[in-house]
């Protein structure tokens, strides 16, 4: 996938350019629904996220501003939005954390291969942090997973979690900088 | 869990706050605080815009899953299909009939655009599940609720936009058909309760309205978020 493509679709989608719209869809759906499943947990609430995900993605094509990141990162950061807006608007209903899907694997060996560029350096950061810190970060930020359901799959009170990811942050920012 | 957040919180404390906002390690209601300050404040939104940056790299890590494949045509016609035209052309006026009711504080105008920006934003097929959920927005409005109805009991969750101003409420309504708008309360972050016996269909909405809600139990101001549950 080139970015300057999607940059470029995104910019004929802010004109109401339909044919953008579809080649935009086909390009990035598949990461954004692969994202969906996986802070949604199911396939149906996925779809239905999609197909708001993509309302959005039109109707706000105009505020992207190509300076200030990829389209793709634009993109997942709607997707993601709205994502945890519905799960943490469920969550207190009852829905019990499933904390078996709360420990986030690691990347195998082949992905870690294979990252390059910006993804090489986050995950080269983060496999300097303790591997706990890391596994939370990432089970936060791919799979929506909040304070509390982390503090309950590290068995630590949630305080503790806070102040461990919080040194992660910084440690992470630290890194990347 | 209640994070520090206020406009005084220092920057270390205000980087950190960006993070676990784009993180999504955040309950709703700081999440929708953190939004309040990314809104009244650049730098935060910058430090947002910063966070988002450095972490997104991360989702090459999720493993890309086809849609199925009539999806794209569900969001063209909820976008531009021929109903969808059809409310779209609408809006403006809709939108007009807002403010009209705002300043008149009719509640069937009211009324009228909360259904007309509900069905044109809801009229994807419904998925058979025993618990729904639905999504309150309106245009113009940064306001978001997200309902849920499970057996009978409606809770409604603020998810997104600034609590009411000084001196307002936020008040739910159920509009049940043609029927007058009935009040379901006054939402403060979060309302649950019992939902009286309404029609497939209902429209839930929230307006804003002087504090203590709308004057003899009528809607009077804008609609800042409506919506529907899917008919099963």
């Given at each position: 996938m080139n970015t300057i493509d999607l940059n470029a679709l995104l910019i004929r989608i802010a004109a109401q350019d339909r044919a953008a719209f579809s080649a935009f869809y086909s390009a990035a759906a598949p990461k954004l629904f692969g994202l969906l499943i996986r802070i949604m947990g199911n396939r149906a609430e996925a779809e239905d996220a999609l197909q708001e995900v993509f309302t959005r993605i039109w109707l706000r094509a105009?505020?992207?501003?190509?300076d200030r990141g990829g389209a793709m990162a634009w993109a997942v950061t709607i997707a993601r939005n709205h994502a945890i807006d519905l799960i943490r608007a469920r969550r207190?209903?009852?829905?019990?954390?499933d904390l078996d899907s709360a420990a986030d694997p690691a990347p195998r060996a082949e992905t870690q291969l294979i990252a390059q560029g910006e993804a090489g350096r986050i995950q080269n950061c983060l496999s300097r942090l303790d591997p706990a810190v890391a596994r939370a970060i990432r089970g936060a930020y791919?799979?929506?997973?909040?304070y509390a359901d982390l503090a309950k799959a590290a068995n630590v009170p949630l305080n503790t979690l806070r102040t461990w990811l919080r040194r992660g942050l910084i440690s992470l920012k630290d890194c990347m900088q | 869990m209640s994070a520090p957040v206020s406009d005084t919180v220092s920057d270390d404390d205000a980087d950190m706050l960006a993070a676990e906002y784009v993180l999504g390690v955040l309950d709703a209601p700081d999440r929708a605080r953190a939004e309040d300050m990314a809104r009244h404040s650049p730098q935060f939104a910058a430090r947002i815009a910063a966070w988002e940056a450095q972490l997104s790299?991360?989702?090459?890590e999720v493993a890309p899953i086809v849609p199925a494949p009539d999806l794209l045509h569900k969001i063209n016609a909820r976008l531009f299909g021929a109903r969808a035209g059809f409310w779209a052309r609408l809006l403006p006026k809709t939108r007009m009939a807002g403010s009209i009711a705002a300043v008149l504080g009719t509640g069937a105008m009211a009324a009228l655009s909360v259904i007309v920006i509900a069905v044109m934003l809801h009229f994807s097929g419904g998925i058979d599940r025993p618990l729904q959920s639905a999504t309150l927005i309106a245009s113009g409005s940064e306001v978001r609720f997200q309902a849920q109805l499970d057996g009978g009991i409606v809770t409604v969750l603020q998810t997104a936009g600034a609590p009411p101003m000084a001196g307002r409420s936020y008040e739910l309504w159920l509009i049940d058909g043609d029927a007058a708008p009935l009040s379901l309360g006054l939402v403060s972050g979060r309302l649950t309760l019992n939902l009286p016996p309404a029609n497939a269909g209902f429209v839930l909405a929230v307006t804003d309205e002087p504090f203590g809600g709308?004057?003899?139990?009528?809607p009077s101001g804008a609609v800042i978020a409506a919506g529907s549950f899917p008919e099963i």
């Open positions: 105009a505020r992207f501003d190509p207190p209903l009852g829905d019990e954390v791919l799979s929506g997973h909040s | 790299p991360l989702v090459d709308g004057p003899g139990g009528k």
